[in-house]
Every structure is written in C-alpha cells, then in structure tokens.
C-alpha cells in the first residue's frame, strides 16, 4: 500500500509546498502596501522593517519544518532517494511493462504488415506486365498477354500461328507470333517478373508443363507477359484448345 500510494502522497506535499511558498509572497506584499500606508516615518519604517524581517524568519522555518517531515516520512516509507522506477510501485510497474509490451507488439505487428505488403508487390513487370505476383486459380484470360514463338529452328512452319489460335479462341490477349531466335528442343512457357501464375495457367491451356523465367534473348524477340515457346519435342495442343 505504501509503495503505491506513497508517489502521490508526494506529489500532494510537492504542491503543499507550492501554495506555502505563494502565502509568502502574498505576505510580503501585505506588509509592502502597510509600509506605504505608515507615510515613510523612520520610527514606523523601523517598526515594519523589524516586524518584516521577523515574518520572513518564521515563514521560512515553517517551510524548512515542513520540508524535514516530508523527508523523514519518505524515508520511512523507504521511498527517498530512489528512483522513478521504485516510486511507482508495484502496481505502477505492472502498468508501464504492459504498455511497452503493448506498444512494443503494436509496433512488431505494423512491421511484419509492411513487410508482407512489400512481398507482395515486389517484382515488377516488364512490358506488358502488371507487376504484381498474381495469387489465385483462375486469371482472366483477357488480362493476359501472350506471344507465341516457333523454336522448331524452320522444321514446322506454321505451329506458333497454330498455338496462337488456340489462345486467343480462350480469350488471351496474343502479342507478338514469329519465329524464336534460336532453337528449342523442350517448348518453354517463359513469363515477366511476377507473372508465374500466369504462365502455369497458360501452360495448362496448351499442354505445356515447363516454365521459366524469360530469357534475354526470348525478350529481346518479344515482350509479353507471357511467352510460349514452341520446341521440336512438343506434344499435341489439348482437346477443344
């Protein structure tokens, strides 16, 4: 009880203090205006002088008077001398860990938020691309971009055009439909930074199952979202594609 109660008790006798200090002043004002009202006579200027003085020495042994109690009853308490964080208390310590943790953990949960938000729209496109990670089953078919390359190397004229109707009967958006800059054996849906999701579901539309990151090369021929290329061991476009 005394540990709790004890920082307020000092902070009444701080202010008892205060107001004792400001009954001085206004003391000492009172005895200005008698000393004005006396008229200036030597004898009365003695008088109020002596009677000044002797006020002053009283006021200011009550005040020291006062000062000593509180001190011997802080010490009592086992409160003086000690720093802010014993005059609190127990109760009073419990309260301020609670509001570091608080805080602390408001502060560890706006982080990680950040941070999550900074994963997700990391990596932007190039092109075409949206620059978002795309997350999800299902993309609409109209909010992709894709080109189609014949990597055969000339073996089969005509494939990528092939490929590309397929797409575009699904509703893709077709970008760009030539010849591949080199030759493929494997075919390859190759994608822009944050477009992996993208290139799996158009992999699946034409039965591609291999999937990549775009090559300089390949961008440098198109610039797509997503590239499907065509390699001379490519399996039959699926049914109804």
Same mark, same amino acid.
């Given at each position: ?14 202010? %008892? ?16 205006? !008698?000393?004005?009202?006396? $008229? $200036?006579?030597?004898? @009365? ?21 006062? &000062?000593?109690?509180?001190? @011997?009853?802080?010490?009592?308490? $086992? !409160? &003086?001398? +000690?720093?802010?964080?014993?005059? !609190? $208390?127990?109760?009073? @310590? ?14 560890? &949960?706006?982080?990680?938020?950040? !941070?999550?938000?900074?994963?997700? +729209?990391?990596?932007? %496109?190039?092109?075409?691309?949206? %620059? ?21 190397? %000339?073996?089969? *004229? ?19 439909? *030539?010849?591949?800059? #080199? ?27 291999? #999937? ?8 440098? #021929? ?8 065509? +390699? ?10």
């Amino acid at each position: 009880m005394i540990e709790t109660v004890g920082p307020y008790a000092g902070f009444v006798a701080v202010f %008892g203090l205060a107001v004792l200090s400001m009954l001085c002043f206004s003391m000492a004002r009172d005895i200005r205006r !008698l000393r004005e009202w006396a $008229g $200036g006579a030597p004898e @009365r200027d003695a008088e109020v002088r002596e009677v000044s003085e002797l006020v002053a020495e009283e006021r200011s042994e009550e005040i020291k008077v006062l &000062a000593d109690r509180e001190q @011997r009853r802080l010490q009592r308490a $086992g !409160l &003086a001398g +000690g720093s802010y964080w014993d005059r !609190l $208390g127990r109760t009073g @310590r419990i309260l301020a860990v609670i509001a570091v943790v608080v805080v602390v953990g408001a502060a560890a &949960a706006f982080a990680a938020t950040s !941070l999550m938000s900074d994963d997700s +729209g990391s990596g932007g %496109g190039a092109g075409t691309g949206s %620059g978002k990670n795309r997350t999800g089953s299902e993309i609409p078919p109209g909010q992709v971009q894709v080109a189609v390359l014949n990597g055969t190397g %000339g073996v089969e *004229t005509g494939i990528a055009a092939e490929y590309a109707n397929a797409l575009e009967q699904k509703g893709y958006q077709l970008g760009t439909v *030539t010849d591949a800059p #080199t030759t493929f054996t494997d075919s390859v849906v190759m994608y822009q930074p944050g477009e992996k999701t993208a290139a799996k579901q158009v992999g699946a539309d034409v039965g591609v199952k291999q #999937t990549g990151a775009v090559t300089s090369e390949v961008a440098g #021929t198109a610039s797509a979202m997503v590239t499907v290329v065509i +390699g001379t061991g490519h399996g039959e476009l699926p049914s109804g594609g």
